[in-house]
């Protein structure tokens, strides 16, 4: 845990990590159907289809709809399905994706070949889309999904140092999707019944809560204890 007093104030900010790559292990998570598994701290999908339930989901500390938070991880897609096979999906419930509160990740193959990021709230489904021809099978994207507590974005890269200008930039408004309490790695559930396979890994996300708390008054502006 990190205390970071911003200024006088009152003003600090708290920091820990609730997930990292350790925690990926076959043993912390619940396994729905046969097609994506937890191996050496990745998540594998291997020919999972979109019209069937498969995956892997893990409660969580709770993200609430304030929280400021940052999820880093490494995708690459081997071969990918038209829509509906979320990579990675933040949720409200441990139930399928086709009825959690969720923010939600995937690529579109087909004619798209892209990245898309969605919300679903209170039944009411919306994503934004990047450009054709951004993702590319084989290739490992370092990604962000971050949020800070109004506005969640979603940067790729193709450079494991994330940096310069990112490859995609997406962005979704959060009003009203609440709490988050868990990560999961599964099918939508739809009519499309092609498949998707690749790998998710070096997972890690970091909380950053801002709250309102008294300051000590041996502590100088701006330290970190």
Request: net charge neutral.
């Amino acid at each position: 845990m990190t205390i970071e007093y911003k200024d006088s104030k009152r003003i600090v900010a708290l920091s820990n990590t609730p997930l990292s790559a350790s925690d990926y292990t076959s043993s912390n998570f619940t396994t729905v159907g046969s097609t994506v598994a937890i191996t050496s701290n990745s998540v594998v999908f291997s020919s999972t289809p979109t019209n069937s339930d498969n995956g892997q989901y893990k409660q969580i500390t709770a993200l609430a709809e304030s929280d400021s938070y940052t999820l880093d991880f490494k995708v690459n897609v081997s071969s990918h399905a038209t829509f509906d096979n979320f990579y990675l999906a933040l949720t409200n419930t441990s139930g399928a994706l086709n009825s959690a509160n969720q923010l939600g990740l995937q690529t579109q193959g087909g004619s798209y070949n892209r990245f898309t990021f969605s919300t679903r709230i209170s039944g009411s489904n919306s994503e934004t889309a990047s450009s054709n021809g951004t993702v590319s099978t084989g290739t490992d994207y370092y990604c962000t999904l971050s949020s800070d507590g109004s506005t969640a974005t979603f940067k790729a890269w193709t450079n494991s140092g994330r940096t310069g200008t990112a490859h995609v930039t997406l962005t979704r408004t959060i009003s009203g999707l609440g709490t988050l309490n868990y990560i999961q790695h599964r099918t939508k559930i739809s009519g499309d019944s092609n498949v998707w396979s690749g790998t998710v890994s070096e997972i890690e996300a970091t909380v950053k809560p801002t709250l309102d708390v008294a300051k000590p008054t041996n502590v100088q502006d701006n330290s970190i204890l």
